[in-house]
């Protein structure tokens, strides 16, 4: 009896942190994207990839296949949810780019 008891509460308490857990893992990575520090656009990796921190202002000439409707926001690489002023990238790991910001690397989100 005190066996299915013990077992019991281990099952609950298993279920409740589970639960909990992913909550964490949140909070941890909104924490995380808000600490991270912007891209320097003077960054050399940032130059050699165009990056801008506002897609209006990409040089047309350059990059004549850039479309005003491709920024950061929209890029499959944007860690920033949506709403987000700005967010972590895939590319430009340990910085924040601004959700209006646009590189060459950029691809659309999956759907
Ligand atoms: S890879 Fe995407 S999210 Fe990162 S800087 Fe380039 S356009 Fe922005």
């Known amino acids: 009896m005190s066996s299915k008891i013990s077992r019991r509460a281990v099952v609950q308490g298993g279920l409740i942190a589970g639960a909990f857990i992913p909550v964490l893992g949140l909070v941890a990575n909104s924490a995380t994207a808000a600490a991270l520090p912007p891209l320097d ?9 165009g990056f801008v921190t506002d897609t209006t202002k990409v040089d047309a000439a350059a990059n004549p296949t850039h479309k005003p409707n491709q920024k950061c926001g ?23 780019v601004p959700q209006g910001g646009w590189c060459k690397t950029w691809a659309p989100k999956p759907a």
């Open 41 to 49: 656009i003077n960054d050399p990796t940032a130059k050699a990839l």
């Open 74 to 96: 929209t890029c499959a690489q944007y860690q920033g949810k949506p709403g987000d002023a700005s967010g972590g990238c895939n590319i430009f790991v340990g910085h924040s």
